[in-house]
C-alpha cells in the first residue's frame, strides 16, 4: 500500500463522482471535532492531508498543529490550492512516523480504511497522546441508509463490499458501528462520544439531480449526528483507558 500512494491523487480532485459526498462531510467533521475538543486546544497531530479541509479549518485553531502524510502528490496538490498554511506537514508513512512529541488531540479522519493494519495504527499513535488526550477516529459505514436501502432494493449484493468508488480512493475495507467499536476496544480505548456524519437516503447522483438546496443538504449533517449506524461516515471521541 506505502508504495501506491500517489495514484489515488486524482480521487481527492473536485472531478472526482463524489465530490458532493467529500465536500458535505470534509467541511462537516472539523467543525464537530472542534466542537468536541473544546479547551484541548493547544496541539493537535492530524494523520493524512487529504482534500485539505480539516487541514484549513484546524490551521488557525491550535497554537501547535503538525500533520504526517505519506503521499508527496497530496501535498503538492494542498500547496498548490491553499498555500502556505499555520502547519507543519510532515512526508511519513504512518507506520514510520516517529517524534518524541505528545499532542492534546490526535485526528484520524477516514484513515483508517485505506492502512494496512489498522490495529497496528492504532496501537501505535497511543504513545503520541498526551494523558487526558482524546483522538477523534472518522471512518466510512458500510451499513449507511443509502447503502441499505439499495441492498434491499437489489441493487447492492453484499454491504460491506467495496465499490467501484471505494477502489479509486484506496480503500481496503469499511466499517460499522459494531466493528469499529471492536477496534477501539481491542486497542486499548474507551469510547467518549459517537456520531454519524451524513445521513443520505439516497444516491449522490440522485442528490445532484434533485438539485436540492443548502439547507436540506445541512439538515442531512445535522440530523445524521445523532444516528451513526445509518449515517455515510461514522466519527468517534476515544481516550486511552
Given at each position: 500500500m506505502k508504495n501506491q500512494l500517489d495514484q489515488f491523487a486524482e480521487s481527492y480532485l473536485d472531478s472526482f463522482s463524489y465530490a458532493l459526498d467529500n465536500e458535505l462531510i470534509l467541511n462537516w467533521y472539523p467543525d464537530r471535532?472542534?466542537?468536541l475538543v473544546k479547551g484541548k486546544n493547544k496541539s493537535l497531530l492530524e494523520l493524512g492531508v487529504g482534500h485539505g479541509y480539516s487541514t484549513m479549518k484546524f490551521a488557525n485553531r491550535f497554537d501547535h498543529y503538525v500533520v504526517i502524510e505519506g503521499s508527496k502528490e497530496i501535498i503538492t496538490l494542498f500547496h498548490e490550492k491553499f498555500g502556505k498554511q499555520n502547519v507543519s506537514i510532515i512526508h511519513s508513512y504512518f507506520e514510520d512516523f516517529t517524534t518524541t512529541e505528545k499532542f492534546d488531540v490526535i485526528v484520524m479522519g477516514f484513515i483508517l480504511e485505506h492502512v494496512d493494519d489498522p490495529e497496528l495504527i492504532m496501537s501505535k499513535f497511543k504513545q503520541f497522546?498526551?494523558?487526558g488526550g482524546s483522538i477523534i477516529v472518522t471512518v466510512p459505514n458500510y451499513e449507511?441508509?443509502?447503502?441499505?436501502i439499495g441492498y434491499s432494493a437489489g441493487?447492492?449484493?453484499d454491504l460491506a463490499s467495496l465499490s467501484d468508488a471505494d477502489k479509486a480512493l484506496g480503500h481496503q475495507r469499511l466499517f460499522n458501528v459494531q466493528t469499529l467499536t471492536e477496534l477501539v476496544t481491542r486497542t486499548g480505548y474507551r469510547i467518549k462520544t459517537t456520531e454519524g456524519l451524513l445521513l443520505k437516503p439516497i444516491t449522490t447522483s440522485q442528490i445532484l439531480q434533485l438539485n436540492l438546496s443548502k439547507e436540506v443538504l445541512r439538515g442531512?449533517?445535522?440530523v445524521g449526528v445523532h444516528y451513526p449506524e445509518l449515517c455515510v461516515g461514522i466519527l468517534?471521541?476515544?481516550e486511552v483507558r
Open positions: 471535532i472542534l466542537n497522546l498526551k494523558p449507511a441508509l443509502n447503502k441499505r441493487l447492492i449484493q442531512m449533517l445535522e468517534m471521541e476515544i
